[in-house]
């Protein structure tokens, strides 16, 4: 479910491309031009004789009119298709399809002679409507990526923006999905949807073949995107780094997503294939591949069955950097033990089906009911891979709350301290990394049981951890140093953050188990401190997401420490009168008076507020351009 938001954006990605190919298709020339620049032409003939009078135009306004009534609706369309997918949550998604949307329109008015300065005009009016549309949510994010390690501070560097980067090694993945296995015996870098590469044996032949033997122009476009797109997904290995050019990071990560591209494009250029099966010339390169590959698999499993007798040889060398042989053989025979139920193995189906339909595509492409043998066949492969390589989780299991959440202290279900789940950040992704810490399907219900972020905001718990990529730069240092003490078992700095309990994982004979850890003296979620030094808890009396009231007593004036995050927008009265709020290292601080007094606390987002103006008056614009008859 991580990745809903990537899909709801993508799903208008297709309706982008079809509406700037609408646009393509109106005189651009004359959309661009002034509709001022009306020149004489003929009137029409004599009204017939009772027949209603018609309204005369020239054939220069007729044409201005007929243009503007489809330019008009199909700019309103482009702003919506473009600015829809940013509210599925998800900015760079959208971002990249539009990027790729308003290049593919430049490029079919280029194509179609109709120059390029006017079709830009087209997009800024389109883009600018997009914006207009989305301000809602874009001008509050923009302020959250401001404060956050992405913004002004520039704690988002290179090496945090490429870690999603898509590995060469996975390359076997194109042809043997299941090659670095699944679950439990998965080797790989990442088991994430974004280094998905695979559209099915035939079709990437089909793509190939388009790709290298068909010269159609139409197709330029695409084969420009496959080669960019899937460079571009190589992030710290892409070759647009020698120059300089970072188009996919800035404060993004993820390069690996332009992998939506490739695929895309790739299927594109299948269809092509497919389309023209019959006239496509005949490749005489793919028996000469399909022996290649089928040769590298067998001598991968040649090498398999050596592995052992090679690290046994090599790990006796003399170099006080080899560890002891068992530690090796360990690691390998780990691996080893994947490989028999995925890679090349040949023991698994996952290997032979490939072979099997790379072997048959020579066959296939020179036959005359080809064409529906290999959709056929594709339909099965598709079918097969996506139910069996797919990892899958209980709805029953979701919709449960986690065991742990009975063993939560009264102070944490009451709102009045927070709970930390300090959880594993080891990235599992080298080829010869230590076995016990791959994914295993069996360690899945680990973060249910952890309560994290996503999951005990599920649960309405206050927690630390921020439960979104857009993590704050003041918060994630101390966050960090929080981590380290917690693991040294020191809570000191834990109870002066308000944490009152900490879970942890511990692993027990392979089975996941969590450790509950409730801690005492914690400082209080809220605190006024006395000018003496002396500090009073401060209970909250009503508290939600966006509005806390809090009572205090005191017989001195002092600073009431609100052990929330500070952020822009908060909004604080002491008995009615409004009063600025301050910083207190990452919380929120107030002057309090002697004497009885209720403070408040209330969220209001100016780029909120100003965002739903400008999408008012967006929805407006694209509402009348829809609607507009001549």
Known sequence: LTHLNVIFALAWFPWQLLIASKLSSINSGDLASSFAKATDGHSAAGDAPGAPRPTHRSAAEERRVGVQAKAGPAVATLALLLGIPFLAGQIQ?????????????????????????????????????????????????????????????????????????????????????RFFGNDDTYWGKKLQVEH????????????????????????????????????????????????????????????????????????????????????LKKGRWLPWVAGGVVTAVLLANLAISNIPDFVLSASTADPPTWRANEYYLAKFDSVLRSLQTSGVSLLSPYTALPLILLSAAPFLLTRRHGQQVLLAVTAVELVVIATTTNPTFAWQKILTPPDTLARIPEAVAQKQTRLYSLRDFEDTGALLTNPEGRSHFRLHEEPRQLLAPLIHAQ????????????????????????????????????????????????????????????????????????????????????????????????????????RDTYYPGWQATIDGNPVTIERSGIFRALDIPSGNHSMEMQYSSTPLYVGMIITAAALVSCGALLYKRK
Request: aromatic share 10%.
């Open 196 to 279: 998905g590469l695979f559209i099915g044996t035939l079709p990437l032949v089909l793509a190939l073949q388009t790709f290298f033997a068909v010269r159609d122009p139409s197709l330029r476009f695409w084969k420009g995107l496959v080669l960019t797109s899937f460079l571009l997904s190589l992030g710290s290995l892409s070759p647009f780094r020698l120059v300089g050019i970072e188009p996919s990071l800035w404060i993004f990560s993820g390069p690996a997503r332009w992998l939506l591209f490739t695929t895309f494009s790739l299927s594109i250029l299948a269809a092509y294939g497919w389309d023209n099966l019959p006239t």
């Open 459 to 562: 649960f309405d718990l206050p927690g630390v951890v921020w439960p979104a990529s857009l993590d704050l730069s003041e918060q994630s240092k101390v966050l960090h140093q929080l981590r380290e003490t917690i693991g040294q078992r020191d809570f000191e700095l834990a109870k002066s953050l308000n944490v009152g309990a900490i879970l942890s994982p511990t692993l027990t004979n392979s089975t996941p188990r969590v450790e509950l850890v409730t801690l005492s003296g914690v400082e209080g979620r809220a605190s006024l401190i006395l000018q003496d030094g002396t500090e009073i808890p401060a209970n909250y009396h009503e508290i939600s997401p966006s509005h806390i009231r809090i009572n205090t007593s005191s017989e001195q004036p002092g600073t009431l420490i609100v």
């Open 93 to 177: 998604i959208p971002f990249l399809i539009a990027l790729v949307s308003s290049a593919y329109f430049l490029w079919l008015s280029w194509h179609a002679k109709r120059g390029v300065i006017r079709p830009l005009s087209i997009l800024v009016l389109g883009g600018a409507l997009a914006f207009g549309l989305t301000s809602a949510q874009l001008l509050p994010t923009a302020e959250l990526a401001w404060h956050s390690t992405r913004g002004r501070n520039n704690d988002f560097n290179i090496e945090r923006a490429n870690q999603y980067s898509w590995p060469l090694y996975h390359a076997p993945a194109v042809l043997f999905p």
